[in-house]
């Protein structure tokens, strides 16, 4: 007797000693698959030993995991602490602060510390959660004769900490990355069995600024719970004046059974030099993604440039459900910071695209 799990397109399954396996290549399904009717034509591949996950403490750089809600094949690079505002958890009435401008209908919210993880994803998993998960999360501004140029590195992501499902593997290159053995060694002496080569902690060192997660930020409407963490990706000069690039991860999760669709994004942009703008436009990065209890969640990444060192941001999205009806989702509120006036110009382990 097996269990199956169904996370996005990915299939997986847990035979009862422990092993992890995974269709491949893997197909879109609309129900969970039992040993008895497999998707024909499918092979179910061994992918290693499945470990309970951990409730206290971190993952290790090396660790094997599938990801929770989009199935792919990762392994951790390295940790980062960031601070989680969530504005589904209520505050004490005697903690709240005022509302700052243009955030009407929300409220301050403490941080909490959470772990996220930097992480590659397996390249042969990638062509099946292009529809739900943008492969290219992490992106850096090229050289400074180019202020709208951006590198993107392929197969990176950044993960929840409840978002990692253990495994193990007696495969040295368990996973298909161009970075992986720049990065990675195999130690059989070690747990978890791949250890970082000087060229991740070189790497994490430099870029560490544009690669750092420090705040993220959550709010559910109407079951439709939206996680924002904006990252600072440094300064170029155009035109005489100094220009401030961020991009942000958003993910939308579908936390109810309804289907729905998303139709429009409304955004506001306020900049420490006084202006705000309004941006309007149908769906995200030129989709309308459909949100299912199938498949729930959906990850993109975008930029935004400001003439100022910081600013913040809100919005909404508005969603369809299946009877015509639409409902706003609120983006939670944002802060823009800025930090020290250098980017990246050195050890991007490329070759990679210009986005």
């Not at 940790?79 to 209908?105: C, F, I, M, N, Q």
């Not at 000087?198 to 993220?216: G, I, M």
Request: proline residues 8%; neutral net charge.
């Amino acid at each position: 007797m097996h269990n199956c799990v169904v996370q996005s397109s990915i299939v997986v399954e847990w035979s009862r000693f422990g092993l992890c396996f995974l269709y491949v290549p893997v197909c879109f399904l609309s129900r969970p698959v039992l040993a008895s009717n497999r998707p024909e034509g499918k092979i179910l591949e061994t992918v290693g030993v499945f470990e309970a996950p951990k409730q206290h403490g971190k993952y290790e750089t090396g660790q094997l995991f599938l990801h929770s809600v989009f199935g792919y094949r990762g392994i951790v690079l390295f940790p980062w602490h960031a601070r989680l505002y969530d504005r589904d958890v209520t505050p004490p009435t005697s903690e709240s602060k005022s509302e700052p401008p243009g955030t009407r209908g929300s409220k301050e919210v403490k941080g909490k510390t959470h772990t996220y993880y930097q992480v590659l994803i397996d390249t042969r998993d990638c062509p099946h959660i292009s529809q739900r998960s943008q492969t290219e999360a992490v992106t850096f501004l090229a050289n400074h004769d180019d202020s709208r140029a951006l590198y993107a590195i392929p197969g990176l992501d950044y993960v929840s900490h409840e978002d990692v499902l253990p495994y193990s593997s007696t495969d040295q290159v368990p996973i298909q990355h161009e970075l992986f053995e720049r990065f990675l060694t195999f130690n059989p002496s070690k747990v978890p069995p791949f250890v970082p080569r000087d060229t991740l902690r070189a790497w994490q060192e430099k870029n560490h600024p544009w690669l750092e997660l420090s705040d993220v930020h959550r709010e559910t409407t109407e079951n439709i719970r939206v996680t924002v963490i904006p990252f600072y990706m440094g300064m170029r000069e155009a035109q005489n004046s100094h220009v401030y690039w961020w991009r942000y991860c958003i993910r939308l999760e579908n936390m109810g059974n309804e289907v729905v669709q998303l139709r429009e994004r409304h955004w506001r942009i306020f900049s420490l030099s006084g202006t705000l703008e309004t941006v309007r436009g149908r769906g995200v990065v030129g989709r309308e993604p459909v949100l299912s209890k199938e498949q729930p969640a959906f990850q993109y990444s975008s930029h935004v440039s400001l003439q100022a060192p910081s600013g913040h941001m809100w919005g909404s999205y508005r969603f369809e459900r299946p009877n015509g009806t639409f409902f706003d989702v609120r983006i939670p509120p944002f802060s823009l910071e800025s930090k020290k006036d250098d980017t990246p110009d050195g050890f991007l382990p490329g070759p990679f695209s210009l986005a």
